[in-house]
T-cell receptor
Framework: DTEVTQTPKHLVMGMTNKKSLKCEQH?????MYWYKQKAKKPPELMFVYSYEKLSINESVPSRFSPECPNSSLLNLHLHALQPEDSALYLC???????????FGPGTRLLVL | KQEVTQIPAALSVPEGENLVLNCSFTDSAIYNLQWFRQDPGKGLTSLLL?????REQTSGRLNASLDKSSGRSTLYIAASQPGDSATYLCAVDSWGKLQFGAGTQVVVTP
């Protein structure tokens, strides 16, 4: 299994909602990542988990809260988002932090 | 601060021509460089990874070179096909932190 899966594919939420994005991999990878990608722009790194510990937080606002319950699963909890947070949220994983990163298909988020 | 630039921003070629995509970066203290392709509205597909100690890497019709001292990488795609139409992104890796260029949008016309 060489796949990173993300759910849901699409999400529409209001600014007062709480929602979560889920990412899963069964490749035995020990590093997992969240990226944000706005239209016509490259992905921007948000968080890195290495061996289930948060190792990098790229000064992301606290309304985004990552969680890594186990080595196969990565969540991104969303609360009180702003319309400018609308974007494609990509999850990736790699064997270790310096190996090839494999990306999921993304969750397209719209904040109204 | 690392800056990654890709030129050209867009490229259109007839089928069968070779593609040459350029990537430059300002800080040579990188661990590796990765090339990805992205189809519209989709996630990224890894194409090649070149370690900082390597000069090039090949996979099928794809060949990527790396000159760390001059801060450049080039992706060559031989005998292009319409299915190669996509956006190609390079990313430099500083210990797990990937920083992407803005990408080159490629259209291969039949």
């Amino acid at each position: 299994d060489t796949e990173v899966t993300q759910t849901p594919k699409h999400l529409v939420m209001g600014m007062t909602n709480k929602k979560s994005l889920k990412c899963e991999q069964h490749m035995g990878h020990r590093a997992m990542y969240w990226y944000k990608q706005k239209a016509k722009k490259p992905p921007e790194l948000m968080f890195v988990y290495s061996y289930e510990k948060l190792s990098i937080n790229e000064s992301v606002p606290s309304r985004f809260s990552p969680e890594c319950p186990n080595s196969s699963l990565l969540n991104l909890h969303l609360h009180a988002l702003q319309p400018e947070d609308s974007a494609l949220y990509l999850c990736a994983s790699s064997l270790s932090p310096t190996e090839t990163q494999y990306f999921g298909p993304g969750t397209r988020l719209l904040v109204l | 601060k690392q800056e990654v630039t890709q030129i050209p921003a867009a490229l259109s070629v007839p089928e069968g021509e070779n593609l040459v995509l350029n990537c430059s970066f300002t800080d040579s203290a990188i661990y590796n460089l990765q090339w990805f392709r992205q189809d519209p509205g989709k996630g990224l597909t890894s194409l090649l990874l070149i370690q900082s100690s390597q000069r090039e890497q090949t996979s099928g019709r794809l060949n990527a070179s790396l000159d760390k001292s001059s801060g450049r990488s080039t992706l060559y795609i031989a005998a292009s096909q319409p299915g190669d139409s996509a956006t190609y992104l390079c990313a430099v890796d500083s210990w797990g932190k990937l920083q992407f260029g803005a990408g080159t949008q490629v259209v291969v016309t039949p």
